[in-house]
């Protein structure tokens, strides 16, 4: 409190972290989720696709996960006539514009964590 | 667990996501950490106006998630001489590097969350 309210007086309005910036980060960033979307950028995934993609997932995570992203607009949910019924997941476009992001994600990992 | 035992069956060994990737939006993904790199891609900060930059976050959060990128190497924590002594961050040469992916998605944030 100390440190926040002498820095207050000093610097006056700090500049604010961009909102949507924040909302990204706090949705892709959600532990599990920037994986799922990882994985479905190849294409269309199974549930058991997905579970393999992701090593150390449960299943109950990744069902809560899909539920949430699909929630959020960013996959989608397509059930496949035929028997037995086949469930996929697909990135919807909201969900693929995330490409370049986690692409440059990827690249900063490969340099500075391989 | 029948679904992951028939996709299993049906497309035999599945892709991985990048380990890379993956341990990237772990890192920056964790709650307030995107935020706090990203309000200090703007140059070095005082603990206040770290503060002030990254709304409802307590200062309890804010140290810890300091101590968590300073042992990462994302960012260093500078003690300045004088009285009183004034204590700041900056990003590293490998947190500055994530300035990119950072970028990438807070123009998806804006183009989609806005």
Redesign the interface.
Known sequence: ?T??????G??G??????P????????????W???IL??LT?GP???????????GMS?RLLSQRLRELEEEGLVERTVEAGA?VR?SYSLTE?GA??S???????????????
Chains 1, 2 share one sequence.
């Open positions: 409190m440190a926040e309210a002498s820095a207050q000093e610097s309005a700090a500049e604010r972290v961009c949507h910036f924040h909302a990204a980060i706090e949705l892709v960033g959600k532990r989720s920037g994986a990882s994985a190849e995934r199974r549930f058991g696709e997905l579970t393999q993609a992701v090593p299943d037995p469930v909201k514009d995330l370049p992001a986690l692409g440059e994600l990827g690249a900063w990992g490969r340099r500075w964590l391989a």
